[in-house]
């Protein structure tokens, strides 16, 4: 029997740099002979991504509720093939996740726990790498584009939102499925915390998936 494939996730706010490592980890590990493969959160390709995309470039109006089940919704979508993947033995690399879902949605003012219910039963991430630049770093990155959450107030109320996502991980799932890696200094630099987190969880191969918020 194969050994699965790893379910990890990476977080953060925008301009933390999750992209780039996103596919600095799917190269080493295919480098290294593993199967791996990226699974972008919002899935924008899908009839529900396309919905999102117009959304988040502000090419169509939608009620706060009905975008924030569109986002688990377009989860869902993708979970068969997750977990197919991982069966598989291919580790799926997830930039962004329903933590992300949560967070942006709160921030909007929405209830923390009608944020986290739709995305109940999920398949749960081996460990979830949470991305984290003081505001002060953030702003001296590369300018936010023009996508519709890209604001500085917005972005520290998510920031804030993401505390209360990490303590309701730790609680529900233990300590370790939540890693918070510091995103400043090179990306070189970055790369080498995310590779040492990556290399510690090799074990949970051998561990069923578990659900999220279950
Ligand atoms: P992206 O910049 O990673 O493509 O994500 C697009 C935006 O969507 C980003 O500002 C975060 C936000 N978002 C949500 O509001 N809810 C979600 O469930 C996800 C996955 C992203
Ligand atoms: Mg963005």
Redesign the pocket.
């Known amino acids: 029997m194969v050994n699965r494939g790893l379910f990890i996730v990476l977080e953060g706010l ?1 301009r933390s740099g ?2 780039t490592q996103v596919s600095r980890l799917h190269d080493q590990l295919e480098q290294d002979g593993h199967k791996a493969r990226i699974q ?3 899935d924008r390709i899908t009839a529900i991504g396309k919905m999102i995309d117009s959304y ?1 470039r502000s090419e169509a109006e939608l009620d706060d509720r009905a975008v924030h089940l569109l ?2 919704a377009n989860r869902w979508e993708c979970c068969q093939a997750i977990e197919q993947s991982l069966q598989d033995g291919v580790t799926v690399i997830a ?4 933590f ?2 949560i967070a ?2 709160a921030a909007k003012g929405l209830p923390f726990d009608f944020c986290a219910s739709p995305d109940i039963g999920l398949p749960l991430p081996d460990v979830t790498l949470y991305l984290t630049v003081s505001p002060a770093a953030a702003a001296k990155r590369a300018a936010y584009g023009t ?4 604001q500085v107030d917005l972005q520290n109320r998510v920031r804030e939102q993401f505390k209360l996502v990490a303590d309701k991980v730790r609680t529900m799932h233990g300590p370790d499925r939540w890693v918070e890696v510091d995103a400043e200094g090179s990306i070189d630099q970055v790369w080498e915390r995310i590779w040492s987190q990556v290399k510690a969880i090799e074990s949970k191969k051998g561990e069923q998936i578990h659900r999220l918020w279950t």
């Open positions: 925008d999750k992209s972008k959160f919002p988040l986002f688990s930039d962004r996740y329903a992300s879902g942006f949605s996508e519709r959450y890209e």
